[in-house]
């Protein structure tokens, strides 16, 4: 049996049916986008491999960019731009701004928080039970939460 893998310049490859580590085969990308209703392109199918096939996961849009070019992924920054905030507001993967402009995209949508290692440019997931956030500010009036994120900056020791 084979199943289709990343896509190329030509089209997508095929290869024997595996898990690629942790992450997911091709079809299963497919039915990721099929069910939070975006409909599986090229571009998508191919970002949405490199972002899932290697499991949970934090990158930057620049990130995922420098892996498509070496996958033969044709696609340019701002469609991986693009791409990554339609996955967002799908609820397939979260947006974290931890540094000015720099926005990293997590491949884990489920409630946690993070450790963002200062000088590194890294994340690390906290778990959601790990952190007890217990006063909130009152919320403007016809407003309501989404969610809390919480960013813990660590740094190195001198």
Known sequence: MTIRTAPTASG????????????????????????????????????????????????????????????????SLATVYNTLHQFTEAGLIREIAVEGAKTHFDTKATNHHHF??????????????????????????GMEIARVDVVVRLRRKA
């Open 12 to 75: 997508p490859s095929t290869a024997p049916a595996a898990k690629v580590g942790r992450g997911c085969v091709y079809s299963e990308v497919k039915s990721r986008l099929q069910g939070a209703g975006l409909r599986p392109t090229r571009q998508r199918m191919g970002l949405g491999w490199l972002l899932f096939a290697k499991g949970d996961r934090h990158l930057t849009a620049e990130g995922l960019y420098e892996e498509a070019l070496k996958a033969q992924v044709p696609v």
């Open 116 to 141: 963002y290692i200062e000088g590194e440019n890294r994340l690390i997931d906290i778990e959601g039970s790990d952190i007890a956030v217990e006063a909130l500010p009152n919320i403007p009036e």
